[in-house]
């Protein structure tokens, strides 16, 4: 059985950073075969992608709002993927999934909240 599980949200101050994992398991290959992706939702707005590590080495971010403040990486050996969030806003407080894209198969986890407050 496929499984992503995400770990590390929780409350950060306006500029405070927050470093998501997400673990997969079950997967035949490992996280090494999937694209892995985080995507996020806010209260009464779709879900946006926030960041893509594709299988074959490449990280790409969407919007253009965390540009230089997230970074996405993956740990072939830990089956696990992170998205680090820095310079942290307000607007970043959403609830981050994780995605893995294996041929024509999507995964979602169950989301991990992310709460950006003084």
């Not at 607007?91 to 894209?101: K, R, T």
Request: glycine share 12%; hydrophobic share 35%; with cysteine.
């Amino acid at each position: 059985q496929e499984q992503l599980v995400e770990s590390g949200g929780g409350l950060a101050q306006p500029g405070g950073s927050l470093r998501l994992s997400c673990t997969a398991s079950g997967f035949t290959g490992g996280i090494s075969v999937l694209t892995m992706s985080w995507y996020r939702q806010a209260p009464g707005l779709k879900r946006e992608l926030v960041a893509t590590h594709t299988k074959f080495g490449h990280a790409v971010n969407y919007p253009r709002s965390v540009q230089g403040r997230f970074t996405i990486s993956r740990d072939n050996a830990n089956n696990t993927v992170y998205l680090q969030l820095n310079s942290l806003k307000p607007e970043d407080s959403a609830v981050y999934f994780c995605n893995a894209l294996k041929d024509a198969a999507t995964y979602w986890g169950q989301g991990i909240q992310v709460t950006v407050s003084s």
